[in-house]
């Protein structure tokens, strides 16, 4: 069963999309069903008759449901609305008070009255007093809160109590101020300090985890220069990317998946992949097989070229996409692949066809080998 | 000193609320017609004012 939504039950809701001011005339005419043309000329002619038209209307607005629904099911949101509305509530329950005052009332009316609209305001915002249940609490928290404040004592004493108040807070400022600022940055310096040891520690701990193992291991394999540079550049990679906070790697994109591809097949094959990326964008099937073709180019570079390092260059936009397979090894000559030989033509030429895109392989026996693909 | 232009992202309601209640304290005070019974009420008003303001334009 959905949960009942404030603006659904209970109690009228601002409408903004009909408003002339605030919205108010159009919820309540809404609520009510009639037109709201009525509504409006009933605030006019009160506010006219001694303008107790607009207090009304403010009145209305503060307490009726805002427009966006609360979720009632939900407690945090219920309360996270209430704890949101403190301000309109102090605000109008001081400013109620402020008018009882001027209108000739005691603080023995004012402040109840303060403390009333205060309760009020704070309660209806909630969105709490939508359902019958809702609709008590909210009435049995107003009549308590005024009742509270009926039973402080009469503001004139409070009055008489204002200066000698005033004068010991100074006094207090004046004597603890600068006591409660040194602790305040003595707990702000030992805060820093301690961060600063955690990032220590955590420095310490990673160097501990990657660079001195990678070193213990490249002693140990020193007899092997290619797995020596393989190890060397596995952690160079992890370091930059630790460094840099890089979660390329990582991302569902058309460059985390080349950093994947060059990654795996570098780690395999024991050559250096180098892959640039100017742009980006976020993989769905075009750019997974545009991704899939170039592993494959990379990874026929890597087993029959013999070169030492290969190239990937990539340049993604809206629009369009394009991946650069670059390497300086055997070459071939593209014409003189066997038929039964599908790496090319199936794996990167086809693939790349069925998805709307091209490729085109530039080779010559001795020159390296260049594949472009584009979609 | 430079001065930074108000925009719709740096404009605070509740500040100009405050300056308003301010600079009608200062006139009122100028005027001097200030009573202490006087002072608490206005004193609540205006405090009153510019916690609407600042808790209404939350909203927006």
Known sequence: MSAPMATAAGIPAIDTEHRKLAGVSAGIARYFDIDVKYVRIAFVLLTILGGIGIALYGLAYLTMTSPESVDLADPTAVVHEAAASWREGLGAGALAAAVTLVAGAGWEVALPVGAGVTAGVIVMRSGIATTKRGRVGAALMIVGAVLVARALPAISQVQSFAFPVIVLLAGSVMLFGPWWLRMAQALTAERTARIRAQERAEVAAHLHDSVLQTLALIQRRADDPSEVAQLARRQERELRSWLNADETAAADTLHGALVRAATEIETDHGVEVEVVCVGDRPLDEDTRALAAAAREAILNAAKFAGAGRIDVYAEASGERCEVFVRDRGAGFDPDAVPADRRGVRESIVGRMQRHGGSAEVRSQPGGGTEVELSL | ?60
Not at chain 2, 14 to 26: D, K, M, P, R, T
């Open chain 2, 1 to 60: 000193m430079g001065r930074d232009p108000v925009t719709d992202s740096n404009f605070s309601p509740a500040s100009l609320a405050a300056g308003i209640v301010l600079v009608a304290f200062g006139v009122w005070v100028l005027a001097g017609d200030v009573t202490f019974d006087a002072l608490f009420p206005a004193l609540l008003a205006g405090l009153g004012l510019i916690l609407l303001v600042s808790g209404l334009a939350r909203r927006r």
